[in-house]
């Protein structure tokens, strides 16, 4: 079975830092462009990040630009997102998913509080 | 950055209806367009790609139309399951950005 199992959400001070997970199964991992995706309560979808299928090459939305970093380790098949300097706005659900978009792991929450 | 627009925010239908909901770009995104279905306390669900292409098991009552900046989807004989917020989103330039969400409601 094809599925994305994300990890590493809580509760952070403004300012802290966090790592998610992703762990991918059932597909060639390596083989795909792969993206993190939040959204706030009750808010819409936001398209935060990508990695190509190697690392070489990513992208950040501007709002986590110079706080977010994407990462991937092929021989674990786990995607990463680094966040440093987290803000109240950063409060969300954080999917990870395919670039492909077909396939969305059920999230894991992020809450940025004092 | 290509701000998405759809319309109307929100539907009151009825099952066995068909629906029509509309999404907008603020320029041409060719026909990199996808539609979500969200359910509450769930991850999107991929329903069209490329604008019209249904994802893998998504029934032949969702269709997807359009190309550069107009598109639509539609539901023919809504069921109660169809009922939820739909997401048009664009993947031709970056940042890919989605539509506030359309929802459909009893």
């Known amino acids: 079975e094809v599925q994305l199992v994300e990890s590493g959400g809580g509760l952070v001070q403004p300012g802290g830092s966090l790592r998610l997970s992703c762990g991918a199964s059932g597909f060639t991992f390596s083989d795909y462009w792969m993206s993190w995706v939040r959204q706030a309560p009750g808010k819409g979808l936001e398209w935060v990040a990508n990695i190509k299928q190697d690392g070489s090459e990513k992208d950040y939305v501007d709002s986590v630009k110079g706080r977010f970093t994407i990462s991937r380790d092929n021989a674990k098949n786990v995607l990463y997102l680094q966040m440093i300097g987290l803000r109240a706005e950063d409060t969300a659900v954080y999917y990870c998913?395919?670039?492909?978009?077909?396939?969305w792991g059920k999230g894991t929450t992020v809450t940025v509080s004092s | 950055e290509i701000v998405m627009t759809q319309s109307p925010a929100t539907l009151s239908v009825s099952p066995g209806e068909r629906v029509t909901l509309s999404c907008r770009a603020s320029q041409s995104v060719s026909t990199n367009l996808a539609w979500y279905q969200q359910k509450p306390g769930q991850a999107p669900r991929l329903l069209i790609s490329g604008a019209s292409t249904r994802a893998t098991g998504i029934p032949v009552t969702f269709s997807g139309s359009g190309s550069g900046t107009e598109f639509t989807l539609t539901i023919i004989s809504l069921r109660s399951e169809d009922f939820a917020v739909y997401y048009c989103?664009?993947?031709?330039?970056?940042?890919?950005?989605f539509g506030q969400g359309t929802k459909l409601e009893i």
């Open positions: 998913t395919r670039a492909s978009r077909d396939v």
């Open positions: 989103q664009q993947y031709n330039n970056w940042p890919y950005t």
